[in-house]
Nanobody, 113 residues
Framework: QVQLVESGGGVVHPGGSLRLSCTGS????????MAWYRQAPGDRRELVAT???????NVVGSGEGRFSASRDDTTGTLYLQMNSLKPEDTGVYYC???????WGQGTQVTVSS
């Protein structure tokens, strides 16, 4: 059974940083392209970043230049480092085995003064 668990969310002031983590059981995340998504209130989930099996990361959209994604193969953990956070980054962040229906439960990020 595949299970993904995100952690690291919280409340942060604008300009602050957070690092989200995602660990998997029942799946070796290093063998798959993994993805981070964000879902803001009232919106659909949107892609934030991907990390492929070669550990090549790609950040898309509004996170470009501020976010970075990576994977630690020694611990089997996927990361999303978010810097210079803005209120519009607020939402629930999910990790996903890309192109599958395997999602984590999400972790809430709130950027507010």
């Amino acid at each position: 059974q595949v299970q993904l668990v995100e952690s690291g969310g919280g409340v942060v002031h604008p300009g602050g940083s957070l690092r989200l983590s995602c660990t998997g059981s029942g799946v070796l995340i290093r063998d798959y392209t993994m993805a981070w998504y964000r879902q803001a209130p009232g919106d659909r989930r949107e892609l934030v970043a991907t990390v492929d099996p070669d550990n090549n990361a790609n950040v898309v959209g509004s996170g470009e230049g501020r976010f970075s994604a990576s994977r630690d193969d020694t611990t089997g953990t996927l990361y999303l480092q978010m810097n210079s956070l803005k209120p519009e980054d607020t939402g629930v962040y999910y990790c996903r085995v890309h192109y599958t229906n395997f999602w984590g439960q999400g972790t809430q990020v709130t950027v507010s003064s």
